[in-house]
């Protein structure tokens, strides 16, 4: 081939034909139905954990990942602009995200720590009761990520546009997002 004769290879053969291609990560589309929702706040009210309930709420009311979650401080909390700001993400970028009433009314019931941490608990404790939550409420094949999907699903649910969505989730591929919106053509007809 050109590209043999370009690196002065001289193979017998094309080492690399053989190779199998590796398929994409089919994304998850779980989400909580309304019972499976309620047996979750439910388990998670009877937990040991005073923070899981808080966490779990925030989750899907700001789309916001289990590590934000866990890292938010009370100086990163602005409840008079309604606005939580992340210094760091899974992307490196910072973004600012809006807090809803309940969002805000959840932040307000918690108790101060002394360290100003919101949730002063670590990611293992976390994990460790989260599991615990999913078991007692015997939800199958759900993670904590899942809630990310649900939060932004809900976004698009409630209306929000794709650009506005990005902005609270911190996408920077819009592309990504298409995978939560669920269009149906049924939906699109009733627009038009």
């Known amino acids: 081939t050109k590209a043999q004769e370009e690196w002065n290879l001289n193979l017998p053969f094309n080492p690399v034909r053989n190779l199998k291609r590796l398929k994409e990560n089919k994304s998850r589309e779980r989400r909580l139905s309304v019972t499976e929702y309620n047996k979750l706040m439910e388990a998670?009210?009877?937990?040991?954990c005073l923070w899981l309930k808080s966490i779990v709420i925030l989750a899907i009311e700001t789309a916001m990942r289990r590590?934000?979650?866990?890292?938010?401080?009370?100086?990163t909390i602005n409840l008079e602009k309604k606005m939580v700001f992340l210094n760091e993400t899974k992307n490196g970028s910072s973004r600012t995200v809006p807090l809803t009433e309940k969002a805000i009314q959840t932040i307000q019931s918690l108790p101060i720590s002394f360290d100003k941490k919101l949730f002063p608990i670590g990611k293992y404790a976390f994990r460790f009761h989260w599991r615990k939550a999913m078991k007692q409420a015997n939800i199958k094949d759900f993670r904590f990520h899942d809630l990310r999907h649900e939060a932004i699903s809900r976004?698009?649910?409630k209306g929000l546009s794709i650009p506005e969505v990005a902005l609270i989730s911190g996408?920077?591929?819009?592309?990504?997002l298409f995978r939560y919106t669920h269009l149906k053509a049924e939906d699109i007809l009733r627009k038009l």
């Open 171 to 176: 996408h920077k591929d819009i592309r990504m």
């Open 67 to 75: 590590g934000e979650l866990l890292s938010l401080t009370r100086d």
């Open 44 to 48: 998670c009210s009877q937990s040991s």
């Open 155 to 157: 976004f698009f649910e």
